[in-house]
């Protein structure tokens, strides 16, 4: 079981997958998808690189790492937002997988008799499926802009720049 978890490749194959996904996300995604993995790169990527760099301690398995606590915060609060103004499900499929990391501080928190390898468990498996989700919403979008043409972005419309203004790449010949 321990095996699983601790596995001796485990964060290379991760990180190939987020790799994959996130270059998905830009080539053949919309504004939701691209802003899915917008946040995964700036939040977690390039924040938990600077860290591992700097941090002499890694990650505290010992009580809760308030590093990890942050970062699941700040992606949780954007994802929500995401996931309720995107026309897509999956969204909601990622934010409800970054609150249970969120509640995993909180538990580690209040409860210091989780073990270590609860914690990471419970802060670590959310991210595959997210990573998961977030692929097959891209397929998903893909295939319904195929069937169907272009879609709309949001629920609403939003008129902010940043969020308007994403490059569209050709898909392709129509059937």
Not at 9 to 27: E, S
Not at 33 to 43: D, F, G, K, M, S
Request: proline residues 7%; hydrophobic residues 50%.
């Amino acid at each position: 079981m321990l095996d699983l978890i601790f596995f001796e490749y485990r964060p290379m194959l991760q990180d190939l997958l987020t790799i994959a996904v996130c270059i998905g996300a830009y080539f053949w995604g919309s504004a939701p998808e691209r802003l899915v993995a917008i946040t995964w790169v700036l939040v977690f990527e390039v924040p938990g690189r600077l860290y591992r760099a700097v941090s002499e301690d890694g990650l505290r398995l010992t009580g809760t790492d308030a590093f990890l606590a942050t970062t699941d915060v700040v992606a949780g609060i954007v994802w929500i937002g995401i996931a309720l103004y995107a026309n897509r499900n999956y969204t909601l499929l990622i934010a409800s997988m970054q609150v249970l990391a969120m509640t995993a501080h909180v538990a580690r928190s209040l409860a210091d008799t989780i073990s270590p390898v609860a914690y990471v468990t419970m802060v670590a498996a959310p991210g595959w499926f997210q990573l998961i989700f977030l692929g097959i919403g891209i397929l998903m979008h893909r295939k319904r802009e195929e069937r169907y043409g272009p879609y709309r972005d949001w629920r609403i419309p939003i008129n902010i720049p940043l969020l308007t203004k994403l490059p569209r790449y050709p898909r392709g010949p129509r059937p």
